[in-house]
Each structure stands twice: as C-alpha cells, then as structure tokens.
C-alpha cells in the first residue's frame, strides 16, 4: 500500500469519487467520511458518500449526512453513484466484509482502492493509504492526511465538526488513552477555526428519546452480570428487549462503557441478540487486549481496548461461550 500523500497527482484533475464506510456507522466512520467529502468537493470532484446501512438519527445534524446513500435501502441510486468511479476511499474500516452487502459488488470494482482508517491489520486490498493504529480516530486521519497534501488552509467549518465529532465519540470525550497530545493539538487548531464544540456535544449526547433511557436503566438492572474473581462485567440483551424498548440505530451505543465505570472491572461486554445474528462488543482497561480476544473466540477483531464480534450461536450459547472465554483468560484479567 503506498502513502496516502502519494495520491496527490490523482487529485489534481477532476474524479468522480465514492467514499464508503463500515456498516451501522458511529461518530467516527460518518464524521471522517463527511469531512473528506467537503474537502474532495473543494477541490472540485464529484463526490458521493455511500453507508453501508441506515445510520443513528443522533448523526443527521452532520453537515452533508441528509445527502448520504443508505445502500440497502437506495440500492439503485448507490449502483448508478458507483458506476464508472475513479476512486473509492474505504473509511473506518480495514477489511471490505465489513462493508456487508456492499462487499461482493466493491471487491470486483477496478477503480483505484484508498483506505483511512486506524483499525489492526488491514486487508491487502488497497493501492493507497494510511493504517494508523496510534491514532485516535479516522477523522484525526483525515485531518492530518489533508495537512499531508497540503491543504490545510481548506478545512471549514462543516469539516472541523464532523472531525471533532468522530475524535470526540471514538476518544470517550477525550478521556481513553488514544487521547494523545497530538489529538489536542488537532483539536486547538479546530478551536482556532471557530469551532463550537459544546454544540456538538449536545447534538450527540443529548438527543435521544425517553425509551433510550428506560432501555438503559432496565438492562442495567437486569440485564448486567459482574464476575468479580474474572475482573469482568456483561450486558445481555435478548431481542425481546429491543423490541419492547423499539430501539433503532445507534440506541445501544456505549452502553458497554457503563460496565468500566465499576471498580475493579477490566474486561466489559455487551451482547446483543439482533435477530440475524448476535452482535458483541468489548471494552478494556489496563493491558487486557480485546482486539486479540474477539479475533480467537468471536470472529471479530478492532483496537487494543475496544473490539466487536459476532456469533451465529443462540444468545444463551454464545453468553456460555463468553463465560469459558473469561475463564480461559482468568490469569490476564487479574
């Protein structure tokens, strides 16, 4: 894979361009996607930004979200965006599976393959890019992959609150061990532009609707299992309860943060039977790697302190599964 500022002499003429992210988007994968899009429409392409999936509501105040294609539900407006591109940019991700339907049509295209992303061991698919696991978000990424091709003097106002936005989320506001000094020195230059930060706080954090909160209460009283002797916490939530809550994208993100908030807690997860499959999400503190743990025992894979899986087994299989998996690795949570 070649250094992503060596893509330079591609941008110099007009390209029609697709940029593209992992399925069920954060924070993260559509504030870095819809910040490369206002700075590849300044330099004159024509740009589209394609999901995967339908996205969280708490996302649509992003400048530029209302005019992303959900690819299974616009399917014909997504083929015709991809038709005869130049260039697609993979964001957030690091594999094309994790793009779900979208894959089998993006691994036959034969346009150039660029990839931003801060995600472990990226699939060898791409002919440019930057695979940066030191880095706290993609959108941090995409901020410093347009200094790299330098255009600095290009980022905006609505490209300053879509980085914030994915460095904000993916950093747990500023508080996880991504949060380097140069992620602050990012975000002072963010300031210096003008960014008011606290709107964006409250667009995220405040604009969810009262069954979230009944949703978080019930399945922390009743859903949250804590082994104690494993230093490890678990939320389980069986498909019965999103339905009762009518939960939607983006309604159960972070709640597995919850867990870590317990003293003494290394290892939290949160289980969840979406119907087609059982979703999985882990978080760590200390030197407890949960990327490691979700590739050998969830098919899954992410960061050093926060990863996903999934299984195919019931949710009660797949509860069982992850208490042997805790008991296997007794002596690293200690």
Same mark, same amino acid.
């Given at each position: 894979m070649k250094r992503i500022e060596e893509i330079k002499p591609?941008?110099?003429?007009?390209?029609?361009? %697709?940029?593209?992210?992992?399925?069920?988007? /954060? +924070?993260?994968?559509? =504030?870095?996607?819809?910040?490369?899009?206002?700075?590849?429409?300044?330099?004159?392409?024509? &740009?589209t930004v394609i999901s995967p999936t339908n996205y969280p509501d708490f996302l *649509?105040?992003?400048?530029?979200?209302? /005019? %992303? *294609?959900?690819?299974?539900?616009?399917q014909e407006k997504a083929f015709k965006a991809l038709e005869g591109i130049d260039l697609l940019f993979c964001l957030d991700f690091n594999a094309l599976y994790r793009t779900k339907s979208m894959?089998?049509?993006?691994?036959?295209?034969?346009?150039?393959?660029? #990839? !931003? /992303?801060?995600?472990?061991?990226?699939?060898?698919?791409?002919?440019?890019? &930057?695979?940066?696991?030191?880095?706290? @978000?993609?959108?941090?990424? %995409?901020?410093?992959? *347009?200094?790299?091709? =330098?255009?600095g003097d290009l980022i905006n106002e609505n490209m300053a609150q879509c980085i914030y936005a994915g460095t904000m989320t993916d950093t747990g506001s500023f508080r996880f061990a991504s949060t380097s000094a140069r992620v602050h020195r990012m975000v002072a230059d963010l300031f210096d532009r003008g960014l008011k930060h606290e709107i *964006?706080? @409250?667009?995220?954090?405040?604009?969810?609707?009262?069954?979230? #909160?009944?949703?978080?209460?019930?399945?922390?009283?009743?859903?949250?299992?804590?082994?104690?002797?494993?230093?490890?916490?678990? !939320? +389980? !939530?069986?498909?019965?309860?999103?339905?009762?809550?009518?939960?939607?994208? =983006? /309604?159960?993100? =972070?709640?597995?943060?919850?867990l870590l908030s317990i003293q003494g807690i290394k290892l939290a997860a949160l289980i969840i039977d979406r119907h087609s499959e059982i979703k999985l999400s882990f978080r760590s503190k200390g030197d407890f790697d949960v990327n490691t743990f979700a590739r050998k025992y969830f098919d899954g894979g992410g960061h050093f302190h926060a990863s996903g899986g999934h299984s195919s087994e019931t949710l009660e299989k797949t509860i069982q599964h992850f208490i042997e998996a805790i008991k296997e690795n007794e002596e690293a949570l200690q």
């Open positions: 591609l941008l110099e003429t007009p390209k029609r361009v %697709v940029i593209t992210m992992h399925q069920k988007p /954060d +924070a993260d994968a559509m =504030g870095s996607s819809l910040a490369l899009y206002h700075y590849l429409r300044q330099k004159g392409h024509d &740009v *649509i105040w992003m400048p530029g979200a209302k /005019d %992303v *294609i959900d690819f299974e539900s616009m894959e089998p049509y993006l691994t036959k295209m034969a346009c150039t393959k660029i #990839l !931003i /992303d801060h995600h472990l061991e990226p699939q060898p698919t791409f002919e440019y890019g &930057v695979s940066d696991t030191t880095a706290a @978000s993609t959108a941090q990424l %995409v901020y410093e992959t *347009i200094y790299k091709l =330098g255009d *964006i706080h @409250s667009a995220i954090y405040d604009n969810f609707l009262e069954n979230r #909160l009944r949703f978080l209460g019930h399945s922390l009283l009743n859903r949250m299992e804590v082994y104690y002797e494993y230093n490890t916490a678990m !939320i +389980a !939530i069986p498909y019965t309860d999103l339905k009762r809550f009518d939960l939607q994208t =983006g /309604d159960t993100e =972070g709640v597995v943060n919850f």
